[in-house]
């Protein structure tokens, strides 16, 4: 996202090859229900007059020429591409299928990620989810506008009662499995595994030297500074925040059950 906020922004919607679960909520997205005028965010009938394209589906040999010039008919300031879905962020179920479009070969994991709207068009914002829920669109959204940081706070909900029945599992084997559940929410089926494996790794490491939280903040840099593919950057600042919180929130916790269970 290397784009500046905007004030508002028309959206023009175009579909690469989507299975249309995607377009339902987009359209869902734009009803008066979650109002996204009260946004500035509009849909407009032509590409002249949007700012940003939305774009749902893999990207398919078929599409990608209606896309490219549905594209170039945008004004060329600020001309925002978002990717909505897992299979406009990396191709998803369809990454290997023989109608999909690559703009060159791929092996390994990048083969796995290959195939969405990326192949054909820069793009400033991935909003991943199959589908994504219209509210994940519209905040994906509201976060190119500066809008989130204005209007909106973040807020976790925790069941104090059911949190810590597994409680005969190691603290960071319960963070592995909540950190699991959460990166649900920023990166598609493939790449989960790996970029997890890949953090408690470096979260193995950190924490046995003598500042944890510093060697895990450079480590994660380190990471990030090597890694090109933005989504994996991001996956992993996520967790090193999300790491911290649960950690602290899990021997906090643990401290006070143990206490409470003692004979
Ligand atoms: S991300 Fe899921 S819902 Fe969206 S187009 Fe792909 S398969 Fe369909």
Same mark, same amino acid.
């Given at each position: 996202m290397?784009?500046?906020?905007?004030?508002?922004?028309?959206?023009?919607?175009?579909?690469?090859?989507?299975?249309?679960?995607?377009?339902?909520?987009?359209?869902?997205?734009?009803?008066?229900?979650?109002?996204?005028?009260?946004?500035?965010?509009?849909?407009?009938?032509?590409?002249?007059?949007?700012?940003?394209?939305?774009?749902?589906?893999?990207?398919?040999?078929?599409?990608?020429?209606?896309?490219?010039?549905?594209?170039?008919?945008?004004?060329?300031?600020?001309?925002?591409?978002?990717a909505?879905g897992t299979?406009?962020s990396s191709?998803?179920?369809?990454?290997?299928?023989?109608?999909?479009?690559?703009?060159?070969?791929?092996?390994?994991?990048?083969?796995?990620r290959?195939?969405?709207?990326?192949?054909? /068009?820069?793009?400033?914002m991935y909003i991943p989810g199959c589908?994504p829920?219209?509210?994940a669109?519209?905040f994906g959204?509201?976060q190119?506008?500066?809008?989130?940081?204005?209007?909106?706070?973040?807020?976790?909900?925790?069941?104090?009662?059911?949190?810590?029945? /597994? /409680?005969?599992?190691?603290?960071?084997?319960? !963070?592995?499995?909540?950190l699991r559940e959460s990166l649900k929410k920023v990166i598609g089926y493939f790449d989960r595994e790996r970029v997890l494996?890949?953090f408690?790794? !470096?979260?193995?490491?950190?924490?046995?030297?003598?500042?944890?939280?510093?060697?895990?903040?450079? /480590?994660?840099?380190?990471?990030?500074?090597?890694?090109?593919d933005s989504r994996l950057k991001f996956s992993m600042k996520f967790l090193e925040n999300e790491?911290?919180?649960?950690?602290?929130?899990?021997?906090?916790?643990?401290?006070?059950?143990?206490?409470?269970?003692?004979?």
């Amino acid at each position: 996202m290397g784009k500046p906020a905007l004030k508002s922004v028309w959206v023009f919607h175009v579909d690469s090859g989507s299975c249309n679960g995607c377009d339902i909520e987009v359209l869902d997205m734009l009803t008066p229900y979650y109002d996204p005028e009260r946004f500035g965010i509009k849909l407009v009938g032509t590409p002249r007059h949007a700012d940003a394209l939305l774009v749902t589906g893999a990207m398919t040999r078929q599409c990608r020429y209606a896309v490219k010039k549905v594209y170039e008919a945008m004004p060329p300031k600020p001309r925002i591409v978002i990717a909505v879905g897992t299979c406009a962020s990396s191709g998803g179920i369809f990454y290997d299928g023989y109608p999909i479009y690559r703009s060159k070969d791929r092996f390994g994991r990048d083969r796995l990620r290959s195939g969405g709207v990326e192949e054909v /068009l820069p793009v400033d914002m991935y909003i991943p989810g199959c589908p994504p829920s219209p509210e994940a669109i519209l905040f994906g959204i509201a976060q190119l506008l500066g809008v989130k940081e204005n209007k909106m706070k973040g807020e976790h909900y925790t069941d104090k009662e059911t949190e810590f029945k /597994l /409680l005969q599992y190691p603290i960071e084997e319960r !963070i592995r499995l909540s950190l699991r559940e959460s990166l649900k929410k920023v990166i598609g089926y493939f790449d989960r595994e790996r970029v997890l494996e890949d953090f408690m790794e !470096i979260a193995g490491k950190a924490n046995r030297a003598e500042n944890p939280k510093e060697k895990l903040h450079a /480590l994660v840099t380190g990471y990030f500074l090597k890694e090109k593919d933005s989504r994996l950057k991001f996956s992993m600042k996520f967790l090193e925040n999300e790491y911290w919180r649960l950690k602290d929130a899990y021997e906090e916790r643990h401290v006070a059950l143990t206490e409470t269970h003692v004979p």
